[in-house]
Each structure stands twice: as C-alpha cells, then as structure tokens.
C-alpha cells in the first residue's frame, strides 16, 4: 500500500532538485523516490547488526577445531584428488 510523504524544502534547494529531475527526465517525486531509496541503501540498516548477532552469538561457543595449517594442507590435497562435489 503506497503512502503519501509531504516534505516542505526551502525555495533553493527545490529549484535544485527540479534541475536534478529535469536533468533526469524524470518527475520530482521520481527524483526523490529514488534519492530515498539509495539513502536507504547507504545506511548500515538492521541486516547489518543482525549479522553482527549472529556472530558474536557464534563466537561464545566452543566448537572443535584443528591446526588451520594441517586443515589446509587437507584442502590443498582434496583439490588434487580429482574428486567431484
């Protein structure tokens, strides 16, 4: 469901952003829909501190691991075996 926004800007900054759109071709209210949405898109947002969650979550257990070199040294040798996924 669509909402209406009514935002009030200074004359200046609304001739800037009619040049804006006009430079576009496309209509102010195109203009500032798609200003808003790249806005959005340029903040952490909450997928970020959802991540972050999930891994300080993670980092509290205990898990088994082995010596990073000898778990590589194992890749390195599967690589070569000619064994598909």
């Known amino acids: ?6 935002v009030i800007v200074q004359d200046p900054e609304y001739r800037d952003i009619q040049r804006a759109a006009r430079l576009r ?8 829909r798609q200003a808003l949405v790249q806005a959005r898109r340029s ?3 909450r997928e970020a501190a ?3 969650d999930v891994l300080r979550v993670a ?7 082995g010596d990073i070199d ?3 040294k194992e890749i390195e040798r599967g ?3 000619g064994v598909k996924p």
């Open 43 to 45: 903040e952490p947002g």
């Open 25 to 32: 071709r496309v209509s102010i209210a195109e203009w500032v």
């Open 79 to 81: 690589y070569g075996s």
């Open 1 to 6: 469901m669509a909402k209406r926004l009514q």
């Open 59 to 65: 980092a509290r257990m205990e898990f088994p691991t």
């Open 70 to 72: 000898q778990m590589l």
């Open 50 to 52: 959802s991540k972050l």
